[in-house]
């Protein structure tokens, strides 16, 4: 019997990593031609300020596969990030968040969009001078771009992701710490990073009312957040009593799919004519 068991664990293992092996040949193949092919999309979720007033975005990616559909970044950017895929994608957003922000611009709507950027995006500093290059391109002289990294990136390779994000800030982007509260970040380590803004993470938002501990977690974040001058972002918020406990907690933006799911270029615009402000 022990055989037997120990035949069919070793299957069962066998099988999984033949599936790995399959994900990951798919992803390489069909990644790759989707940057190629511009089967990638971009789409924007509004933030919402203090005031009731939307001024800025979050740019999320899409891929649209003729094979399965569409794909969540949640699939493929930890794909992308292991393979060197998210240099070129990463410039690919960049680039196609810029041209949006022109075509904004035109009709008269003015919006900053803040761009994921992973660690691996860091220490290739291509966005960097992309970012440069693109702003120059369209003969922009300010930056209405912003950039979110996650803590992971200061752990990678600090010394570089410090002096990165002090050049980001520099040409007149916003950066702001991703999914703040669940890494390794400390509060003192805020101090001493270049940064704007936190975003205070989804689990957080969660909790919130099932947690009377979470209040005050969020509660001492915000506090500190002020004495260092950072602005906090509060992400993920989904109902009117999530709501209702941020708008109390001193926290300058807000997200989540209670005020809306992000959504495809055109139809963040035709959003946005209905929803000029909202306290
Ligand atoms: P993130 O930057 O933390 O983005 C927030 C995620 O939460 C997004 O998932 C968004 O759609 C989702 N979200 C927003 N509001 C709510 C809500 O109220 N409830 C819930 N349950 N979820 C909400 P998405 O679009 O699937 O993106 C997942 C992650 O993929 C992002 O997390 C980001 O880390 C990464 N990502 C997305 N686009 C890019 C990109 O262009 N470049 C890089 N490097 N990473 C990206
Ligand atoms: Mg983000
Ligand atoms: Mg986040
Ligand atoms: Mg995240």
């Known amino acids: 019997h022990a055989k037997e068991n120990g035949r069919g664990k070793y299957c069962v293992f066998a099988a999984e990593m033949?599936?790995?092996?399959?994900e990951y040949l798919w992803l390489d193949t069909n990644l790759r031609?989707?940057?190629?092919?511009?089967?990638l999309t971009v789409f924007y979720q509004p933030k919402v300020d203090s005031d009731g007033q939307i001024r800025s975005a979050e740019a999320?990616?899409?891929w649209?596969?003729?094979?399965?559909?569409?794909?969540?970044?949640?699939?493929?950017?930890?794909?992308?990030?292991?393979?060197g895929l998210i240099v070129p994608l990463g410039r690919w957003v960049m680039l196609n968040v810029l041209k949006q922000i022109l075509t904004w611009r035109q009709q008269g709507i003015e919006l900053r969009v803040a761009v994921n950027v992973s660690a691996r995006q860091l220490l290739d500093q291509s966005i960097y001078?992309?970012?440069?290059?693109?702003?120059?391109?369209?003969?922009?002289?300010?930056?209405?771009?912003?950039?979110?990294?996650?803590?992971?990136?200061?752990?990678?390779?600090?010394?570089?992701?410090?002096?990165?994000?002090?050049k980001f800030q520099d040409l007149g982007a916003q950066v702001h710490l991703d999914?703040?509260?669940?890494?390794?970040?400390?509060?003192?380590?805020?101090?001493?990073?270049?940064i704007n803004a936190i975003k205070l993470d989804q689990s957080f938002i969660r909790d919130i009312n099932l947690q009377p501990v979470s209040?005050?977690?969020?509660?001492?974040?915000?506090?500190?957040?002020?004495?260092?001058?950072?602005?906090?972002?509060?992400?993920?918020?989904?109902?009117?009593?999530?709501e209702a406990f941020i708008?109390?907690?001193?926290?300058?933006?807000?997200?989540?799919?209670?005020?809306?799911?992000?959504?495809?270029?055109?139809?963040?615009?035709?959003?946005?004519?209905?929803?000029?402000?909202?306290?």
Request: a negative charge.
């Open 129 to 166: 001078s992309d970012l440069k290059q693109a702003l120059a391109d369209g003969g922009l002289s300010d930056c209405p771009i912003d950039i979110e990294l996650t803590e992971s990136c200061l752990i990678e390779n600090e010394a570089e992701a410090l002096t990165l994000m002090k």
């Open 179 to 194: 999914d703040f509260g669940t890494g390794y970040s400390s509060l003192s380590q805020l101090a001493r990073v270049p």
């Open 64 to 83: 649209n596969s003729p094979e399965r559909g569409l794909v969540s970044p949640a699939e493929f950017i930890p794909y992308a990030e292991e393979s």
């Open 18 to 22: 033949n599936q790995r092996v399959f």
């Open 215 to 242: 209040q005050s977690l969020v509660r001492a974040i915000v506090a500190v957040a002020k004495a260092l001058d950072l602005l906090v972002i509060a992400e993920g918020i989904e109902t009117k009593a999530e």
């Open 247 to 279: 708008l109390n907690s001193g926290v300058d933006g807000r997200q989540g799919y209670y005020y809306a799911k992000p959504m495809p270029a055109e139809q963040f615009g035709h959003w946005l004519a209905k929803h000029p402000a909202r306290v």
């Open 60 to 62: 999320l990616v899409r």
């Open 33 to 39: 031609k989707a940057l190629e092919l511009d089967h």
